[in-house]
């Protein structure tokens, strides 16, 4: 187990690689249901060494639909199963930013304020300095911050969990890479320090928010923030892997709390099709606080014209216009999610991650084909 993955890292809860990878040019929005497209591009990501993937895609109408190809359980061959939940991930970030974005809206919050305001102590040490470092910041990763994961083991974490001042202590014990506001760097511990305001302001859990303010009214049943020692997927499941020296290795089971409200949560491809589609058509915030969402900044290294506001994504598609969302990646699944507003809403996960560069690119791929396919 120790060389199955790379480093032995909890490798890249919530990386953007694939969510704002390179597209190339087709005609505008298509308005039919691509159902043979999307098949083909799931075959695609199978043939390229995922052992399953499942598509979800929702029309304006409200329809919902999927496809499926390969496994979901490598050792007995079963499919990967419809409603399959999933770790979605960095998909938490957004979910976590709404919660913060709702208590700005009720003036409990104030995004340009100091985090030393609200968690006072927390962030200082080895140059970080949470006088200098706002509540926007944290949410647009321009706080400069270290990301606690690139230090974290995946064999001490693993099954051990963590504590939220844990996590944060991990990237605090490095200096910042750069001022606060003056460039950008993707960093988990940004969002751990989020989830903390959160239960801070409101005196209850993050999980417990989420159930009040975003899963119970959009009547998200698939969908919940497990806590520490929570290890198991609720049914169904496709069971997720990372690549080893003998095949694949079996990841499913997994504390949750070593990505907390960095990366967490669970769902499923037809919740986070309505999460999404709900926060873009501004029926989750105010719409100033939906604009503060949707006031982006460039990222570098990414796609031309990819852009990232508050715990969310905008990014081109092959076929014109932008959606807005979010991708999520956790050793053993990897998944993309978002939406156009007032239009489709996609979600694409396998079950594999870590994987080569060209499963990340079909992974891309399939997203955007769920958007713009005929």
């Known amino acids: 187990m120790r060389k199955s993955l ?13 969510l704002l990878a390179a597209t190339t040019a087709t005609p505008a929005l298509a308005a039919s249901e691509p159902h043979d497209e999307v098949d083909r591009a799931l075959e695609t990501l199978v043939r390229d060494g995922v052992p399953g993937a499942q598509a979800t895609v929702t029309n304006p109408s409200g329809r919902t639909w999927s496809e499926r190809e390969g496994v979901g359980n490598v050792e007995t061959g079963t499919p990967f199963p419809h409603g399959s939940k999933f770790r979605a991930a960095s998909v938490t970030k957004t979910f976590v930013a709404v919660l913060v974005l709702r208590l700005v809206a009720e003036g409990k ?24 470092i706002t509540v926007r910041q944290l949410l647009q990763h321009t706080s400069g911050i270290y990301d606690y994961l690139r230090d974290l083991d995946l064999e001490e974490w693993r099954h051990r969990g963590a504590e939220p001042e844990e996590l944060v202590a991990i990237g605090l014990a490095h200096p910042p890479l750069f001022a606060p506001g003056t460039d950008w760097s993707y960093s988990n511990t940004n969002y751990i320090i989020a989830g903390m305001l959160v239960e801070k302001v409101t005196g209850s859990s993050v999980a417990d928010e989420i159930r009040r303010r975003i899963t119970g009214p959009l009547g998200l049943r698939g969908t919940s923030l497990p806590q520490r020692g929570e290890e198991g997927l609720p049914r169904p499941h496709a069971r997720g892997y990372a690549p080893g020296p003998a095949g694949h290795t079996d990841y499913t089971e997994f504390d949750p709390s070593a990505a907390g409200t960095s990366g967490g949560l669970i769902s499923t491809g037809a919740d986070l099709n309505r999460f999404f589609g709900a926060l873009v058509d501004g029926h989750l915030l105010p719409r100033a606080e939906l604009a503060e969402m949707q006031r982006t900044v460039p990222r570098p290294g990414g796609t031309p014209g990819a852009e990232y506001g508050l715990g969310i994504a905008s990014v081109p598609l092959s076929c014109g216009g932008r959606f807005w969302g979010h991708g999520g990646n956790i050793v053993g699944y990897a998944n993309l999610s978002g939406a156009v507003p007032h239009g489709r809403r996609v979600n694409v996960v396998v079950n594999l991650n870590p994987a080569p560069p060209k499963v990340s ?3 891309s791929k399939a997203f955007d084909t769920g958007f713009c396919a005929r």
């Not at 890292?9 to 919530?14: C, D, E, F, R």
């Open 6 to 18: 790379p480093g032995r890292k909890i490798v890249a809860i919530g990386s953007l690689v694939a």
């Open 109 to 132: 919050v104030r995004l340009d304020t100091p985090i030393e305001r609200y968690l006072p102590g927390l962030v200082r040490g080895n140059g970080n300095d949470g006088t200098k």
């Open 361 to 363: 690119d079909d992974l």
